[in-house]
C-alpha cells in the first residue's frame, strides 16, 4: 500500500530509532544461491577493462563518492514541532518501536472531559535541500504542513530557524527559507529527462540518520495514479531506498542535478522495499518557482467527479471499442459545469483541442486553465456528441475537497428490516419509481431529480455488489432513468445485443457509482 501516510507519521512522530536487523549469521532467501547453468562448467573469469582493471558497464559510474562529496552540502535535515491528538504512546503499524511523546510537552489527552483539549506536542523529521545560495529550501507539503516550529540542520550540523514561504498540498511540495546567504545549493533538470534505467542517487534523513546516501535507477516512469491527493503529478518511480525522514529530500542523476524531490514508497511493511516515488523536477521546479515568489497556487476547477472509461462501461453501453473520454459520475450542485449545463453520465472525449484519454488528464488539463477561463468540451450524451462551455472556477484546497460530500449526502439509507419491496423486478432489482412516498422512505434528497428507487437486490449479482434499499438508478445502458420502464428497455436492449451485463450510473449515499450488473440468465430471477 502507499506509504505516504506513514511518511506523516514519521516525519511528525520525529523516528530516530534504527532497529537492529540479523546482528549477524546467514540471511537466505529464494535465489539467494548461484545455481549452475546448463552446458557451462569449469572456473568463470569475468571480463577485466582495457586497463586491466575490473571497469563498470558502460554508463555505470565507478563510485557515487564524487557525487555525493558535490551535492551533500545542499541537502538539510528537517526538524519540525507540531501538535497532534493522539494517545501518549502510540505503535506505528508494521514497525517493531514505538512513538514517545516528550513527557511534561502538550496541554491534555485529547477526550479528556469530554473536550480535545490542544493535543500532544510531537516532533518531527524530514528532508529537504538547498534551490538558492540566499536560502531558499525545497521540502515535501507533508513534512512542514502543521508545523508550529520548523528547525533546519545543515550538513556542518549548524541549526537555523526557518519560516513556510509557500506550499501546494495538490503536488505535495513546500518552499520554506533560513536567513543567512552563500548556501550550497542545487539546481533542478528539467531538459534531460531520466530514462527507465537510468542510475539516481537519494541523499537525506532516514530515520534521523542526517547525511544517507542510497543509490539504484528509475524503475518507471509517469506514475500517475500512485496518489489520488495529488493528482497533477506523474511520479517517478526509483528502487534507491527511501524510508521515513527521506521525505522531501532530492533524487540525483549521476551529474548531481535533481531530478526528483522524494515524496512516497510502497510498501506493505512500512520500510523500503525498493519502490519509492520521486515527484520530477519538471512538475516541481516550476510550482516552487512560484511559491519562492509568494504566489499561491491555483487551478481550474469544473465541479464534477469523474471516472476512466474502461473496456467493460464501453462494453455495456454499447460504445465502439476506441471510444476514450473521462466518464462523469456526478456533478456538484451550483458548481461551475452543472451551470455549464454537464450532467452525471456524460463521457468527456476533447477539452479544447486536446484529446481526453483518461479522467487524470482531464483533472490535469482543467487543472491548468486559470480560474475564469472559459473551457469548450466535446462529451458524448446519450451516444450522440455534443460540445459544451463552462466558465472555469477555482480548485479548493484538498482538505476542503476530501472533507466535501462530492455530490453525496448525509442521509443514511433505509434499515434491512424496514425494506419496502413493493415495485417490479427488473434486471436482477426490484425497483420502485422515485415520488414523494419513497422519496419519504428512503431520504432521497430533492437534488435527485429523476431516476427509479432500489426496494431490494434480488439476485446474487446484484446482492454481491452491494445493492441497498435507497439507491437511486440515474442511467441504465447509455441512457437516463425517468421511469422503470427504461431500465427494462435497457435490459431488453443488452440481451438483444448478446450481452450478459447492464451498465448502471448509481446513486448511493457516498455518491454517484458507475456500476456493471450481470443480469439474471433468461430473464429468470434467481431464488435468494
Same mark, same amino acid.
Given at each position: 500500500?502507499?506509504?505516504?501516510?506513514?511518511?506523516?507519521?514519521?516525519?511528525?512522530?520525529?523516528?530516530?530509532?534504527?532497529?537492529?536487523?540479523?546482528?549477524?549469521?546467514?540471511?537466505?532467501?529464494?535465489?539467494?544461491?548461484?545455481?549452475?547453468?546448463?552446458?557451462?562448467?569449469?572456473?568463470?573469469?569475468?571480463?577485466?577493462?582495457?586497463?586491466?582493471?575490473?571497469?563498470?558497464?558502460?554508463?555505470?559510474?565507478?563510485?557515487?563518492?564524487?557525487?555525493?562529496?558535490?551535492?551533500?552540502?545542499?541537502?538539510?535535515?528537517?526538524?519540525?514541532?507540531?501538535?497532534?491528538?493522539?494517545?501518549?504512546?502510540?505503535?506505528?503499524?508494521?514497525?517493531?518501536?514505538?512513538?514517545?511523546?516528550?513527557?511534561?510537552?502538550?496541554?491534555?489527552?485529547?477526550?479528556?472531559?469530554?473536550?480535545?483539549?490542544?493535543?500532544?506536542?510531537?516532533?518531527?523529521?524530514?528532508?529537504?535541500?538547498?534551490?538558492?545560495?540566499?536560502?531558499?529550501?525545497?521540502?515535501?507539503?507533508?513534512?512542514?504542513?502543521?508545523?508550529?516550529?520548523?528547525?533546519?540542520?545543515?550538513?556542518?550540523?549548524?541549526?537555523?530557524?526557518?519560516?513556510?514561504?509557500?506550499?501546494?498540498?495538490?503536488?505535495?511540495?513546500?518552499?520554506?527559507?533560513?536567513?543567512?546567504?552563500?548556501?550550497?545549493?542545487?539546481?533542478?533538470?528539467?531538459?534531460?529527462?531520466?530514462?527507465?534505467? %537510468?542510475?539516481?542517487? *537519494?541523499?537525506? $534523513?532516514?530515520?534521523?540518520? /542526517? +547525511?544517507? &546516501?542510497?543509490? #539504484?535507477?528509475?524503475? =518507471?516512469?509517469?506514475?500517475?495514479?500512485?496518489?489520488?491527493?495529488?493528482?497533477?503529478?506523474?511520479?517517478?518511480?526509483?528502487?534507491?531506498?527511501?524510508?521515513?525522514?527521506?521525505?522531501?529530500?532530492?533524487?540525483?542523476?549521476?551529474?548531481?542535478?535533481?531530478?526528483?524531490?522524494?515524496?512516497?514508497?510502497?510498501?506493505?511493511?512500512?520500510?523500503?522495499?525498493?519502490?519509492?516515488?520521486?515527484?520530477?523536477?519538471?512538475?516541481?521546479?516550476?510550482?516552487?518557482?512560484?511559491?519562492?515568489?509568494?504566489?499561491?497556487?491555483?487551478?481550474?476547477?469544473?465541479?464534477?467527479?469523474?471516472?476512466?472509461?474502461?473496456?467493460?462501461?464501453?462494453?455495456?453501453?454499447?460504445?465502439?471499442? %476506441?471510444?476514450?473520454? *473521462?466518464?462523469? $459520475?456526478?456533478?456538484?450542485? /451550483? +458548481?461551475? &459545469?452543472?451551470? #455549464?449545463?454537464?450532467? =452525471?453520465?456524460?463521457?468527456?472525449?476533447?477539452?479544447?483541442?486536446?484529446?481526453?484519454?483518461?479522467?487524470?488528464?482531464?483533472?490535469?488539463?482543467?487543472?491548468?486553465?486559470?480560474?475564469?477561463?472559459?473551457?469548450?468540451?466535446?462529451?458524448?450524451?446519450?451516444?450522440?456528441?455534443?460540445?459544451?462551455?463552462?466558465?472555469?472556477?477555482?480548485?479548493?484546497?484538498?482538505?476542503?475537497?476530501?472533507?466535501?460530500?462530492?455530490?453525496?449526502?448525509?442521509?443514511?439509507?433505509?434499515?434491512?428490516?424496514?425494506?419496502?419491496?413493493?415495485?417490479?423486478?427488473?434486471?436482477?432489482?426490484?425497483?420502485?419509481?422515485?415520488?414523494?412516498?419513497?422519496?419519504?422512505?428512503?431520504?432521497?434528497?430533492?437534488?435527485?431529480?429523476?431516476?427509479?428507487?432500489?426496494?431490494?437486490?434480488?439476485?446474487?449479482?446484484?446482492? #454481491?455488489?452491494?445493492?441497498?434499499?435507497?439507491?437511486?438508478?440515474?442511467?441504465?445502458?447509455?441512457?437516463?432513468?425517468?421511469?422503470?420502464?427504461?431500465?427494462?428497455?435497457?435490459?431488453?436492449?443488452?440481451?438483444?445485443?448478446?450481452?450478459?451485463?447492464?451498465?448502471?450510473?448509481?446513486?448511493?449515499?457516498?455518491?454517484?457509482?458507475?456500476?456493471?450488473?450481470?443480469?439474471?440468465?433468461?430473464?429468470?430471477?434467481?431464488?435468494?
Amino acid at each position: 500500500m502507499l506509504k505516504r501516510k506513514e511518511f506523516i507519521l514519521g516525519a511528525t512522530a520525529g523516528l530516530t530509532i534504527a532497529a537492529a536487523a540479523t546482528a549477524g549469521g546467514v540471511i537466505s532467501w529464494p535465489g539467494a544461491h548461484a545455481e549452475p547453468v546448463s552446458g557451462m562448467s569449469g572456473r568463470l573469469v569475468p571480463s577485466a577493462g582495457a586497463a586491466g582493471l575490473f571497469a563498470p558497464p558502460q554508463g555505470a559510474p565507478l563510485s557515487f563518492a564524487d557525487i555525493f562529496q558535490q551535492v551533500a552540502p545542499a541537502v538539510v535535515q528537517i526538524d519540525v514541532k507540531t501538535r497532534v491528538n493522539r494517545p501518549r504512546t502510540m505503535q506505528i503499524p508494521g514497525l517493531p518501536f514505538q512513538f514517545q511523546v516528550p513527557q511534561g510537552q502538550g496541554q491534555g489527552q485529547p477526550g479528556e472531559d469530554g473536550a480535545e483539549g490542544e493535543g500532544e506536542t510531537a516532533m518531527g523529521a524530514g528532508s529537504g535541500f538547498f534551490i538558492s545560495a540566499d536560502g531558499y529550501i525545497v521540502t515535501n507539503n507533508h513534512v512542514v504542513a502543521d508545523a508550529e516550529e520548523i528547525t533546519v540542520i545543515l550538513s556542518d550540523e549548524r541549526e537555523l530557524t526557518a519560516r513556510l514561504v509557500g506550499r501546494d498540498e495538490a503536488t505535495d511540495l513546500a518552499v520554506i527559507k533560513v536567513d543567512g546567504g552563500d548556501f550550497p545549493f542545487v539546481s533542478f533538470e528539467e531538459q534531460a529527462q531520466p530514462r527507465v534505467g %537510468d542510475w539516481v542517487i *537519494a541523499v537525506g $534523513n532516514p530515520f534521523g540518520l /542526517g +547525511g544517507t &546516501a542510497t543509490a #539504484g535507477i528509475v524503475s =518507471a516512469s509517469a506514475r500517475g495514479s500512485v496518489d489520488a491527493s495529488t493528482p497533477y503529478t506523474d511520479y517517478l518511480q526509483i528502487d534507491a531506498a527511501i524510508n521515513r525522514g527521506n521525505s522531501g529530500g532530492p533524487t540525483f542523476d549521476i551529474y548531481g542535478r535533481v531530478i526528483g524531490v522524494n515524496s512516497a514508497i510502497y510498501s506493505p511493511t512500512g520500510g523500503s522495499v525498493g519502490i519509492g516515488f520521486a515527484i520530477p523536477a519538471g512538475v516541481a521546479k516550476p510550482i516552487t518557482d512560484r511559491l519562492m515568489r509568494g504566489e499561491t497556487i491555483e487551478r481550474g476547477y469544473l465541479g464534477v467527479e469523474i471516472g476512466n472509461l474502461t473496456r467493460e462501461y464501453r462494453e455495456t453501453m454499447g460504445l465502439p471499442a %476506441d471510444t476514450k473520454g *473521462a466518464f462523469i $459520475n456526478n456533478v456538484t450542485p /451550483g +458548481g461551475p &459545469a452543472e451551470r #455549464g449545463g454537464l450532467q =452525471a453520465g456524460d463521457i468527456v472525449t476533447r477539452l479544447g483541442d486536446e484529446t481526453i484519454d483518461s479522467s487524470t488528464e482531464l483533472t490535469r488539463l482543467v487543472g491548468q486553465a486559470r480560474p475564469g477561463d472559459t473551457i469548450r468540451l466535446q462529451v458524448l450524451r446519450d451516444g450522440r456528441s455534443q460540445t459544451l462551455t463552462v466558465r472555469s472556477g477555482t480548485r479548493p484546497s484538498e482538505a476542503t475537497l476530501r472533507g466535501g460530500d462530492n455530490g453525496s449526502d448525509d442521509e443514511g439509507q433505509t434499515p434491512r428490516g424496514e425494506q419496502n419491496q413493493a415495485g417490479e423486478t427488473v434486471a436482477g432489482l426490484t425497483l420502485a419509481p422515485l415520488n414523494a412516498a419513497t422519496r419519504e422512505r428512503y431520504a432521497v434528497p430533492a437534488t435527485v431529480q429523476s431516476g427509479v428507487v432500489v426496494t431490494e437486490a434480488v439476485s446474487a449479482s446484484a446482492r #454481491g455488489i452491494g445493492f441497498q434499499p435507497g439507491f437511486v438508478i440515474l442511467r441504465a445502458g447509455n441512457s437516463p432513468v425517468n421511469s422503470v420502464a427504461d431500465v427494462r428497455a435497457a435490459e431488453a436492449a443488452a440481451r438483444a445485443a448478446n450481452r450478459t451485463n447492464i451498465f448502471l450510473l448509481v446513486r448511493t449515499p457516498a455518491g454517484n457509482r458507475p456500476v456493471v450488473l450481470e443480469l439474471p440468465r433468461d430473464g429468470a430471477t434467481p431464488p435468494k
